[in-house]
């Protein structure tokens, strides 16, 4: 075998060394780029509570199938929207690892804006999740999760579900039955009905 063939073979194992390098680096980035992680709750819990400075804060908490809200009762159905919402949250991609002034802004979740959302159980937390602004289309949100600097893309309008007033959660007040109104004709209290001819 002659030196130009040695040198040959030793350059095309150079070059595929390069290239699998290269092709391992382009994974790592675009791994960490288009992480995607779901939030995932499957514990049971008993308490939600959603606070904003709009809305202030409202308590949900749960007894059996039964919630109230601010210790009133709650609709369920509306209840339960909200607690499906958060047993599993999916995430689409980690947006930011910053948790700099610039970034709380740009995302919304300076004080006046994010919504904080706690779920515990018997005082002990699972979650604690911070949504910030909507992302182009409303359907997705940025959020932060547990304290953590990163911001993730979410899917779900999350905002949209939890931006809500216990007003708004309150089971509907249950109307009284108003008393039967008198027939037209009918005899006064001691009278004993008189009778119609028939025709």
Do not use: C, H
């Amino acid at each position: 075998m002659n030196f130009k063939n040695i040198m040959l073979r030793k350059a095309i194992l150079s070059a595929s060394v390069v290239v699998l390098a290269l092709i391992y680096i382009l994974q790592v980035i675009l791994g960490n780029r288009s992480s995607v992680k779901d939030f995932v709750i499957d514990k049971t819990y008993d308490t939600i509570e959603i606070s904003s400075s709009e809305n202030g804060t409202l308590l949900l908490k749960r007894y059996g199938d039964f919630w109230k809200v601010n210790d009133e009762e709650a609709d369920s159905g509306k209840a339960k929207m909200i607690s499906d919402a958060l047993t599993r949250i999916k995430t689409l991609s980690v947006i930011s690892k910053s948790s700099g002034e610039d970034a709380i802004e740009r995302y919304g979740f300076t004080d006046s804006s994010k919504i904080t959302v706690k779920v515990s159980d018997n005082g002990k937390e699972y979650l604690s999740l911070e949504v910030g602004k909507d992302a182009a289309n409303g359907q997705q949100n940025y959020i932060r999760v547990n304290g953590k600097s990163e911001i993730y893309l979410a899917s779900g309008a999350l905002r949209q579900k939890f931006n809500v007033k216990a007003d708004e959660l309150k089971a509907p007040k249950k109307e009284e039955a108003a008393p039967a109104a008198p027939a037209e004709n009918a005899p006064a209290e001691g009278e004993s009905p008189s009778l119609q001819p028939s025709v």
